[in-house]
């Protein structure tokens, strides 16, 4: 009856600290409802989201820190959207200025940006009232 969901949920940023905790707080609530899977950096969230697409897991939500090492969440959110426009993206940062975080938010259609450290609920509730039915 344990079937593997067919659909997932990305987690990216720099500090395994951050992605431990948010990967503890989305099985937490979510229980098996979807696949969690997690990045250090955004060249690698990019071939897990194509690996998992591949796979006939549909990526329904990328969360992605902002600030990281090589690329920047929102050069990963710029490649994802013109590959995957279905997926929703979210930004948690504690470093973006205004300016980036507006920009992201009209021009990428970021769904929520939040600011570390994130209020779990807060981050569950965006997710919860997202379309994921496609």
């Known amino acids: 009856m344990n079937a593997t969901p ?3 949920i990305v987690c990216v940023d ?3 600290i951050i992605l431990m905790s948010l990967k503890a707080q989305l099985r937490n609530f979510y229980k098996d409802k979807f696949v969690i899977e997690t990045s250090l950096s955004a060249e690698e969230a990019i071939l897990i ?5 591949k796979d006939g897991i549909k990526v329904v939500v990328l969360i992605s820190d902002w600030h990281m090492p090589n690329m920047k969440g929102d050069e990963l959110f710029s490649i994802i959207k013109k590959k995957y426009p279905e997926i929703n993206l979210l930004l948690i940062t504690g470093q973006a200025d205004k300016a980036t975080l507006d920009s992201l938010q009209n021009s990428i259609q970021v769904v929520a940006i939040l600011n570390k450290p994130w209020d779990a609920k807060t981050l569950l509730n965006y997710i919860d009232h997202l379309d994921l039915t496609n």
């Open 6 to 8: 067919n659909k997932a």
């Open 49 to 53: 989201i194509d690996d998992l697409m």
């Open 14 to 16: 720099d500090e395994a």
